[in-house]
């Protein structure tokens, strides 16, 4: 054969001689996998489903139902009928979605079984066949652990994405899952797709990686967004799901359907790697990734690509998640309005105090709060005043609702004056406590159940490492004659830096990051722990930890024990901390006047 426009003849491998074997044909290379999120948690857009299967191609269409909370609810849920435990909320959007997942031949995975996934798949079975629409339903079980620890509503171990592979090899059009990872719901159909084996820690890394920027929904597409007012405001009034574009390689392109709202950039990318996260080992069941060696890159417009990722084997145990109910609360809150606001509180503190102290049983627990909302010479009667919150606890439910609601009410003609509250106390509501512990590997029978009932066994991870702490990377340097040396102005952190915080059980998380080199360069040197607890005083008397992630010029304080027993037990006043990473940004310190 002659190239004709060169006359010559190309290279061209030769073909197999007389009597030779002619050599295996290259595997060829799979198309990247399009995987969408359609929930960041149980009650999230109900139309993102609807919304995600019309936008654009997907492959697979993932759902993250459940969070430590939602387990606790769900454990209620079940204890009043024992065939629930899942979130009902899935059923309702397959009835409308099934048959449009099935004509454009998208798989769904999602965790929405919560504790009775086996339940969920009958219930995603009836409705398939009611509707009349062909649906191979496959689910992941072996994370109840309840029948182990007694005492507790819901014991949930977190499984990797083994399982849920499993099922698409085997052919599933939808796999629900009860408590895997949040990761474990795109490392799954990545592994599946690829062909990905155990061992390939550095690919199943990206995916987990890609997997936690899904997970939490419109976070990764511009939803409470530290810079949200940098952006034009119709931009975020609906953003679009986020969808992640894996390659075999595990490097991933995070995206979002086009038309759709929102925006998907270095920030926002940024701010949902660092939620909910700690260190730069970020373990998991299938593989710990390194947050430490993740790299972003702005590809073009609703476009920033992950690589460089680098995974290590997983750790030797998993994680237990332990929901309890912790007793019963109550709250009541004084409304100060105007002048000698300390002393009206004092005054009612004391009045309550005694009549506790009275009671044939006084709570276990009593907290008071006073939140100083009240202005000077304010021009509103709600601006002129300050709530004091008292919080009480007990494992009785008469002593935190009797005692406490005939105690308020008593005070109602005789204590400070304007005495009034925002609502009367009821008669006190359970509260939940969370708490984790870990297992090995061997201990949970991780199961995928196929369509026909044929159940297989997932092998626990055959290699493990134990986490250890890394050194702490080395800080950057100001350039010499660095004009950060120079004047500064006070002004608020948030000029210069972005957050995101969340809760982990009782501990919470802020991840800190600079919009510049330059602003890393001082943020690094800066914002120390001893300067994290100056500027949010609630944390002075905690075990603040923090970490250093240069690539993301970010840093990540884990604040322990700040959110008591866990969000469940409502410990403060914003009990998941989502909003302590913007009180640190509203905080003022001297910030060199070249970053402002």
């Not at 060169?6 to 290259?26: N, R």
Request: hydrophobic share 40%.
């Amino acid at each position: 054969m002659t190239d004709p426009t060169t006359g010559s003849t190309p290279d061209v491998p030769p073909g197999p001689t007389a009597g030779s074997t002619p050599a295996p044909a290259a595997r060829p290379r799979p198309h990247p996998l399009r995987i969408g999120n359609a929930s960041g948690f149980y009650g999230d857009r109900f139309d993102a489903m609807r919304e995600m299967l019309t936008g654009g191609p997907l492959d697979v269409l993932t759902g993250d139902y459940l969070a430590e909370l939602t387990m606790l609810i769900l454990g209620r849920d079940r204890l009043k009928n024992p065939s629930g435990g899942y979130a009902r909320t899935f059923l309702r959007q397959l009835e409308e979605c099934l048959g449009l997942a099935h004509e454009k031949g998208v798989r769904i995975v999602a965790n929405a079984g919560g504790l009775n996934p086996a339940g969920l798949a009958d219930a995603v079975r009836e409705l398939a066949q009611r509707l009349g629409i062909p649906a191979r339903v496959a689910h992941v079980e072996g994370d109840d652990l309840t029948a182990r620890h007694p005492q507790s509503l819901a014991a949930h171990s977190y499984l990797g994405g083994e399982g849920i592979a499993t099922c698409l090899r085997e052919g599933a059009d939808i796999v629900v899952t009860g408590r895997v990872t949040d990761a474990a719901l795109v490392t799954g159909p990545a592994a599946a797709h690829f062909g990905w084996a155990p061992d390939e820690y550095d690919r199943l890394a990206g995916a987990v990686v890609a997997g936690h920027v899904l997970e939490c929904g419109t976070q990764a597409t511009g939803g409470n967004y530290a810079f949200f007012a940098e952006h034009d405001p119709d931009r975020l009034h609906h953003p679009g799901f986020p969808v992640a574009e894996i390659h075999e390689d595990g490097t991933s392109v995070i995206t979002k359907h086009d038309g759709t709202g929102g925006v998907v950039d270095l920030g926002t990318v940024t701010a949902q790697l660092l939620y909910e996260t700690s260190g730069a080992r970020y373990a998991g069941p299938d593989v710990t990734a390194r947050l430490d060696s993740v790299r972003l890159t702005q590809e073009g417009p609703d476009r920033v690509r992950i690589d460089g990722v680098r995974g290590e084997a997983p750790p030797p145990t998993l994680k237990v998640g332990l929901n309890r109910l912790g007793g019963f609360r109550n709250e009541v809150v004084f409304v100060l309005t105007g002048l000698d606001i300390e002393k009206k509180a004092a005054l009612v503190r004391a009045q309550l105090e005694t009549a506790l102290m009275a009671a044939k049983s006084r709570p276990a627990d009593v907290r008071w709060d006073l939140a100083r909302t009240d202005h000077p010479d304010a021009p509103t009667e709600e601006t002129a005043s300050a709530l004091l919150r008292l919080v009480v606890r007990d494992p009785d439910q008469d002593t935190v609702g009797r005692t406490l609601s005939g105690a308020a009410v008593e005070l109602a003609l005789g204590s400070y004056p304007g005495f009034h509250v925002l609502a009367p106390p009821g008669k006190g509501a359970p509260y939940g406590v969370f708490e984790d512990v870990y297992v090995p590997h061997g201990d949970v029978d991780h199961m995928a159940v196929l369509h026909d009932g044929h159940r297989i066994h997932v092998m626990p991870a055959q290699v493990t490492r134990v986490l250890e702490p890394l050194e702490e990377p080395r800080l950057p340097e100001p350039l010499p004659g660095s004009p950060l040396q120079g004047p500064t102005r006070r002004a608020p952190l948030g000029l210069v830096a972005g957050a995101r915080s969340g809760d982990k059980g009782g501990n919470a998380n802020v991840g800190v990051w600079a919009c510049t080199d330059d602003a890393w360069r001082w943020l690094a040197h800066t914002l120390t722990t001893d300067r994290f607890r100056e500027l949010l005083p609630e944390t002075a008397g905690l075990t603040v930890v923090r970490h250093v992630l240069p690539n993301l010029r970010a840093l990540n304080f884990v604040v322990e024990g700040v959110l008591g027993e866990g969000v469940a037990a409502q410990h403060r006043f914003d009990p998941q901390a989502k909003a302590l990473g913007e009180w640190l940004r509203s905080r003022h310190l001297d910030i060199p006047e070249v970053l402002l």
